[in-house]
């Protein structure tokens, strides 16, 4: 199985940009899909972005169509976050996540067998 680990989380002060990364260990991200969920507390866990294992698809929640975007380095082995605009709705606990056959779903978390350990994103002024 393939190790995922979450960095680059931190506090921010809304309208501001932060990116996070997803560096894999084990296996290459070439053979998965990835996607980045989060959750808020008291919330339920919330896909966010993701990217396909094969045709360059990818895709956005509506909730942060516009702002964030994800994007692959495979030399790096890493699946990074760009979030722009943030805003305090968007304060969680930002996870990404990888398995190698998505079928039913991109946003639901029960499609993925790998998980990182999550970084936390608050958004404050």
């Known amino acids: 199985q393939v190790q995922l680990v979450e960095s680059g989380g931190g506090l921010v002060q809304p309208g501001v940009s932060l990116s996070l990364a997803c560096a894999a260990s084990g296996h290459t991200l070439d053979y998965y899909a990835v996607g980045w969920f989060r959750q808020a507390p008291g919330k339920e866990r919330e896909g966010v972005a993701y990217?396909?294992?094969?045709?360059?698809?990818?895709h956005v929640a509506d909730s942060v169509k516009g702002r964030f975007t994800i994007s692959r380095d495979n030399a790096q082995n890493t699946v990074y976050l760009q979030m722009n605009n943030l805003k305090t709705e968007d304060t969680a606990i930002y996870y990404c996540?990888?398995?190698?056959?998505?079928?039913?779903?991109?946003?639901?978390?029960?499609?993925?067998?790998?998980w990182g350990q999550g970084t936390q994103v608050t958004v404050s002024s």
């Open positions: 990217s396909s294992r094969t045709d360059g698809t990818r």
């Open positions: 996540a990888a398995d190698g056959s998505i079928i039913f779903g991109w946003e639901d978390p029960d499609e993925y067998d790998n």
